[in-house]
């Protein structure tokens, strides 16, 4: 059992921090909306904190899932942040999508300050997350991630050391390119067969069966013929993550 702090409790980090309590972990949670951290201790147990300091306080590892490249800094540097309460030989694991470029600055502080740092962001959706079959892409020192690892297992399918810091992120770029492209050539499709007046059901009936099936033809073709586009990963978040 270890000690974990889980900082960022929405779709994704809030069932990724329940796994490690059923796997368990010991674990310390911290919200920006002290709401969802309430709600998820009345779910799961453990402790919520007040700052990203003091949830890492002590802690082995500190998981974090938030939004961006300034949210990041934000739960992760200043009086308040993870790195102050963080001790010597502790792990800081980054599960959120941010830039390479932010995860070796932050990867280079903590190595200054003793501490561990992992970028490891991950796939698989709110689904993934909630089921524990997540995919996780990770970067940095080898010792850092073989020891973060077994933690990480909680709610992963696959988890993979992929190179030095920042190489978890740019396999995460390469994920989402992949993943656009296709939603875009899927969406392009069927709103050209609906055009010439094709069933698009029946069209991907046949044509998932051949080279142009994949999980997002086989996942998601139901949704774009109903025109539902208001639930799942946000177009705004692709967004931000292939800019």
Known sequence: MATVAFLGLGVMGFPMAGHLVAAGHKVTVYNRSPSKAE?????????????????????????????NDDDLRAVCLGPD????????????????????????????????????????????????????????????????????????????????????????QIAKMMNQICIASLVQGLAE????????????????????????GSWQMANRHKTMLADQFDFGFAVDWMRKDLG
Request: proline residues 3%; aromatic residues 6%.
């Open 39 to 67: 709600a998820w201790v009345a779910k799961h147990g453990g402790t919520a904190a007040a700052t990203p300091r003091d949830a890492a306080e002590g802690v082995d590892f500190v998981m974090a899932c938030v939004g």
């Open 189 to 212: 499709a069927l709103a050209f067969g609906q055009k010439a007046g094709l069933d698009g059901a029946a069209v991907v009936e046949v044509i998932s069966q051949g080279a142009a």
């Open 81 to 168: 942040g993870a790195f102050a309460g963080m001790k010597p030989g502790a792990v800081f694991v980054d599960h959120t999508t941010v830039s390479a470029h932010v995860t070796r600055e932050l990867q280079a502080i903590a190595a200054g300050q003793g501490k561990g740092f992992v970028d490891a962001p991950v796939s698989g959706g709110q689904a993934g997350a909630e089921n524990g079959v997540l995919s996780v892409m990770c970067g940095g020192v080898e010792g850092e991630y073989l020891a973060a690892e077994p933690v990480i297992a909680a709610y992963a399918r696959i988890c993979r050391r992929l190179g030095d810091s920042g190489a978890g």
